[in-house]
């Protein structure tokens, strides 16, 4: 009679280990694309699954290493203006001067 209980007890543990596991992956598979599609796709995901069940934050580090190097050039990009009527390249202003990224609010 002994043996259901620790059967049911190794079940109960095996699928806890193995949706812990899905969504581990899960979140790791949406960390690795665009912010765009990782926005659209967290934003179903709670953040405390995310940054507290989870090693969310160094599931992200892992996930946004990159390959640069002090050193190497910035990969080239396109974004828009400020006015929204045009588009700057990063490529269009190398050797020409200095330029200067900054990313997040000024607000």
């Known amino acids: 009679m002994t043996r259901r209980p620790l059967t049911w007890v190794l079940r109960a543990t095996a699928v806890l ?5 899905l969504l581990a992956g899960g ?5 690795l694309q665009p912010p765009e ?7 179903y995901v709670p953040a405390p699954l995310v940054w507290g069940l989870l090693p969310g934050p160094r599931i992200w ?11 190497d050039l910035a990969p080239d990009f396109t974004l828009s203006t400020t006015d929204r009527k045009g588009q ?5 202003h190398r050797g020409k001067r200095p330029v200067v990224l900054v990313f997040g609010s000024c607000t």
């Open 37 to 43: 599609r990782f926005g659209l796709i967290m934003k």
């Open 61 to 71: 580090l892992w996930a946004r290493a990159g390959t640069l190097t002090a050193g």
């Open 27 to 31: 979140v790791t598979a949406a960390m």
């Open 17 to 21: 280990l193995g949706g812990y596991a």
């Open 88 to 92: 700057e390249t990063l490529s269009s």
